[in-house]
């Protein structure tokens, strides 16, 4: 008997501005001791299915207009709230995306590991604490017993995550449903999370739904892979069955996505437009004794035209070096050539007049836009700061501008929560383009985004890069991204750099151990053999 | 810690000498005199009067004379009652109007957090707008008003509660108090629904309910200590409030607090008596304000680690 099975599950929203049917007819079922992939893009519906189940839609706005769900018998959608809090938590257990938003700050991870158990168990709890300290220790937190009484702040991103599994997997379970769980994270970091869900569900006997909008996560561990697409469920498969004969057409585009392959390298003549000798930018916490030195005596060369992929963990110091770059982050030590000019010599104005030649691209396209200001006024900034054009000219300047970036120009008087995610990384683009930069630091740029709409936006900033003649920086965690947009690489580890060449060399042939075990990180293995 | 509290300490005084010597100057060119009444004074006799009470020297050295006594804690004379310094008026006053703001302050906080609470539980119904339209017509409702309605109601009409005094009658501290504090509970109210309404749709909040959380521990356990974080922070500047705006209800239900000695010295220029309770009420209103901002960032675990790491 499957451990669960879903028919015709469909939910529908209903909000003042109309109804919106977010899950059509979907069914699927989860059998024990597998581990079964929805695939999606955001908006997809695949969160929304598994959330319903479980009465974690909240209602309304959310309503499930029928089908049903059959976990080890009892339907799921039929149960009272109370029965379904029963299950939640004891025999159906949740991971979130967001290890940073998904633990409560208020409370200790020992308070937080130990609710489930207290709850649906009634244990004391000294007896919980035991076994929350066994578990913490399973999923690879170092000195369990000390980490209990601390606080989520205290842990990286990729703790936290393992702190979630222990949470989940402490009433031990028959159904993981992991929402997104690697997304925020590393690849390195992502690659030992993955490794510990599929190795604690063969230890454990549990199924899992593993929910994605990556298909390259998903190649290793899925036994099953359904894919979705607006509510309706388009193809489902082995993982054979999904990467080597898919039917559906928005399949074979998701699997166009995968970042896959490279720049055909064009030469490029060496030319350097930025000479970077022996930067440091140390910071000095008041608490801290020791200088954080986020970039400790990097030196390198950024020829016009060309694409410098950086890459790095999280806490490696490439963000800070490409701020460093632009002076906006402060420089301890060092110089910084553009264009034959040391910019850390300049002040005021002279560097105002450089800030439009160099401009940033930033990770979140959420944040990094001004709720208040409509697309228009944003491009109109710096446009009028720098005095690229004036007034007459400026609503055919900023038309231009959102030709360049793909956004209709009808779009000009919205504002930024009227996007998606990729339309505004798209007026960033947009943005940092205004000033007709030579000189771009592009930080992260599509991490935040689903990877079919990141894959648009790399092909967007090169062809952009090409027709400006642009020089870019492009810092990136993720391996597959930076081979395909980059023409040399450089690898930061802890503030220095450990490795740099062409893009094809260093993946090729990586030297240093590091660069080896980020590029042994990058998901979908199993689709490249 | 400690420094952080020292800093604000520190930062705290030179409001306070500003509002002593914008106090001190406002006071004294404001038209008339301690001495002036409608009855007439005897020239001499108001002469000996200005000598005894220094108003005869030029002004900036009543200033500085006045400057003295104060960094003594002597906050001068009573000018209208004579033989009475003002810090012990003060000090008859405070316990009163203290008491009074106590209640009024824990008043606010029941109804206050229980209405924005269950407000926030479900937004945008009935179960939100009720009480959310109570707050509004309580924070509009300035208190002189109020108190009359309610004296009118439960004093007269209905002969449930005392209408006037202190301490007098078993009751008589239920209407002055309830008057004093609805305009705060009405804020708090506000306050407490929109900071439980952030925290509510926060991940962590999901998280509690997919461990099957019941609602009520959901939103006793895992909601409140973050959604009241504003609310703390609001107690310190409303109790400081309570104090200071008093003296409408003092009047009104004739409670011999310290509002009361404020506003009649206001009407008499008794200058000594006006500085006095200024600065008294100045300073404790920078006081519970820190303690209040100490309290609220105590509260989240990420803030204590850097107070810890900055005592060090």
């Known amino acids: 008997m499957s451990l669960l099975k879903v028919d015709n599950l469909s ?25 079964t992939a929805i695939i999606g893009e955001s908006g997809s519906g695949k969160s929304v299915s598994c959330y319903a189940m479980l009465g974690l839609v909240p209602s309304p706005p959310g309503r499930i207009d029928g089908g049903s769900a059959l976990f080890e018998g009892a339907d799921l959608l039929a ?56 578990l913490l220790d399973e999923v690879g937190i170092r000195s369990p017993a000390d980490t209990f009484d601390s606080y989520p702040h205290e842990f990286s991103g990729g703790m936290r995550q393992r702190v979630m599994i222990a949470m989940a997997l402490i009433n031990e379970p028959k159904l993981l449903i992991a929402d997104e769980p690697t997304t925020a994270l590393d690849v390195t970091i992502q690659a030992q999370i993955l490794r510990l869900i599929a190795d604690l569900q063969k230890n454990r006997d549990i199924g899992v739904l593993f929910i994605s909008h990556d298909l390259a996560v998903v190649a290793d561990i899925a036994d099953q892979i359904i894919v979705m697409e607006q509510g309706v469920m388009v193809e489902h498969g082995s993982p054979d069955a999904i990467f080597n004969h898919a039917q559906h057409p928005y399949t074979q585009k998701l699997l166009a996505a995968i970042p896959s392959g490279h720049r055909t390298a064009e030469r490029i003549k060496p030319d350097p437009l930025i000479a970077v000798s022996h930067l440091r930018t140390w910071f000095y916490p008041s608490n801290v004794k020791e200088p954080v030195k986020a970039v400790d005596d990097v030196s390198l060369e950024i020829h016009r035209g060309e694409v410098l992929g950086l890459v790095g963990e999280s806490g490696s110091g490439k963000s800070t070096l490409g701020r460093s770059l632009l002076r906006l982050a402060p420089i301890t030590e060092g110089s910084v050539v553009f264009d034959g000019i040391d910019l850390t010599q300049l002040e005021g104005n002279p560097l105002k007049t450089f800030r439009r030649r160099m401009q940033m691209i930033f990770q979140d396209p959420f944040a990094s836009l001004n709720p208040r200001m409509t697309v228009y006024d944003t491009l109109a900034e710096p446009l009028l700061l720098h005095k690229i054009c004036d007034r007459k000219s400026l609503d055919a300047t900023i038309a231009t501008l959102m030709d360049d970036v793909g956004l209709a120009r009808a779009f000009i008087r919205k504002y930024p929560h009227e996007f998606s995610g990729g339309q505004r990384q798209r007026i960033a683009i947009g943005r940092a383009l205004a000033t007709k930069p030579e000189f771009i630091v592009a930080d992260e740029p599509v991490s935040a985004l689903d990877v079919t709409i990141q894959a648009q936006i790399l092909e967007l900033l090169i062809a952009l890069g090409r027709e400006h003649g642009l020089t870019m920086l492009f810092i990136s965690h993720d391996m597959a991204v930076i081979r395909q947009i980059a023409d040399r690489v450089m690898v930061m580890y802890q503030g220095k750099l450990v490795e740099q060449g062409d893009t094809e060399e260093v993946f090729g ?18 689709l490249s053999a | ?42 020239p001499e006799v108001k002469k000996a009067l200005e000598a005894q009470y220094k108003l005869d020297l030029p002004l900036h050295e009543q200033y500085f004379a006045y400057l003295g006594d104060l960094a003594q804690g002597d906050l001068g004379p009573s000018f209208k009652y004579p033989g009475r310094s003002v810090n012990e008026i003060l000090f008859s006053g405070l316990p009163v109007t203290a008491e009074l703001g106590f209640y009024a ?44 309605l309610l004296v009118l109601v439960f004093g007269i009409w209905l002969d449930w509660l005392p209408i006037t005094g202190w301490g007098d009658i078993p009751g008589d501290k239920i209407l002055p108090s309830i008057t ?31 461990k099957g959380l019941p609602e009520w521990l959901v939103v006793t356990r895992h909601a409140l200590r973050g959604g009241l974080i504003p609310v703390i922070a609001f107690l310190g500047p409303a109790f400081a409030g309570l104090l200071a705006g008093s003296f409408v209800v003092e009047t009104i239900f004739q409670i011999p607090g310290l509002g009361r000695f404020y506003v009649q010295a206001a009407f008499n220029r008794d200058y000594t008596m006006i500085l006095g309770t200024t600065v008294f ?14 309290a609220a960032a105590w509260l989240n675990p990420r803030l204590r680690a850097q107070f810890k790491g900055g005592s060090q």
């Open chain 2, 105 to 148: 302050l824990l008043i606010a906080l029941c109804i206050g957090v229980t209405a924005g609470v269950f407000a926030s539980l479900r937004p945008n119904t009935a179960q939100d707008y009720i009480p959310m339209s109570f707050a509004m017509i309580g924070i509009c409702m300035p208190s002189f008003l109020l108190g009359p």
């Open chain 1, 11 to 35: 939910v529908s929203f209903h909000t003042r501005n109309g109804s919106h049917q977010a899950v059509k007819n979907v069914s699927f079922t989860v059998e024990p001791r597998e581990i």
């Open chain 1, 79 to 134: 149960l009272s709230e109370r029965e379904l809090r029963a299950i939640r938590g004891r025999d159906i257990a949740m991971i979130f995306q967001d290890p940073m938003t998904c633990l409560n700050p208020f409370m200790t991870i020992g308070q937080q590991l130990i609710e489930p158990l207290r709850l649906h168990k009634g244990l004391t709890a000294k007896d919980a604490k035991v076994r929350a300290i066994e």
């Open chain 2, 1 to 42: 810690m400690l420094r952080f509290m020292l800093i604000r300490i520190l930062q705290a005084l030179p409001v306070i000498f500003v509002v002593i010597t914008a106090t001190f100057f406002l006071v004294r060119s404001a038209p008339g005199g301690p001495f002036d009444q409608e009855k007439v004074v005897i």
């Open chain 2, 180 to 210: 004093l504090g609805s305009a705060y509970a009405a804020y708090i109210a506000r306050l407490s629904r929109a900071g439980m309404l952030e925290i509510l749709s926060q991940d962590y909040i999901r998280t509690a309910r997919a």
């Open chain 1, 509 to 526: 042939h990586p030297r240093e151990a590091y660069t080896q075990s980020l590029l042994a990180s990058i998901p979908g293995a199993a």
């Open chain 2, 281 to 294: 009420l100045s300073t404790l209103i920078v006081f519970f304000n820190l303690v209040s901002d100490i």
